[in-house]
């Protein structure tokens, strides 16, 4: 099977300009002919910056789209992280500048420093709806334990200087298929919590 789908969270308010959480990365993990991934997002399909594992390794990545173009996107490996660990990540976005970063234990990458997101400004406004995701792309054969975003905030002003905790009842969560994927995709995902989100990841 073609297995692309994910578990999303994502707030029911167009009200925000970032969001901040721990993800607390599984201890057992299993990818198989794909990947697994655990990231943030701002609108609703525009700008997405995260955590991914593969037989690479774990990877950070920072991308944007627009009309089903990447008007930018770069991943690449970071050693330092490890099964297990609890990584702050926080993402932003400055409408004024069309700029995203994602910082990775208070620290932005040189791949994820203030990026031009191009033409998926078009999709945003200076607030904006964000989102969780816990997603997988692979043949079906690919499983994590539990992962965790945890002490997760939303960005509530330009400045970062207040944040409010995300909690269940500003937000959806739903189990979605993702592109050309099996409409089944994401179906052996287990939502263990819906804000912050918590999963596991069984073989399909």
Do not use: C
Request: net charge neutral.
């Amino acid at each position: 099977m073609n297995r692309h789908g994910a578990v999303r969270t994502i707030t029911n308010a167009a009200s925000y300009t970032g969001v901040t959480t721990k993800l607390i990365l599984p201890t057992t993990i299993n990818p198989v002919n794909g990947y697994v991934d655990w990231y943030l997002g701002i609108g609703d399909a525009s700008i997405e910056a995260g955590i991914s594992y593969s037989y690479l390794g774990f990877k950070v990545f920072l991308g944007a789209s627009y009309g089903g173009t990447s008007t930018y996107y770069d991943s690449q490996v970071v050693s330092s992280l490890a099964k297990g660990q609890t990584v702050d990540l926080k993402l932003t976005y400055d409408h004024s500048t069309r700029q995203a970063t994602l910082y990775l234990n208070g620290a932005a990458l040189p791949w994820t420093d203030h990026k031009d997101v191009g033409n998926a400004s078009k999709a945003l406004g200076t607030y904006n709806k964000v989102k969780m995701i816990h997603g997988v792309e692979d043949q079906g054969a690919s499983s994590y334990s539990q992962a965790s975003f945890s002490q997760t905030q939303l960005r509530t002003d330009t400045a970062g200087a207040n944040y409010t905790p995300w909690t269940s009842s500003l937000s959806t969560t739903q189990k979605v298929a993702v592109g050309s994927g099996d409409p089944t995709s994401a179906n052996k995902f287990s939502v263990i919590n819906f804000a912050p989100l918590i999963t596991k990841l069984d073989p399909a």
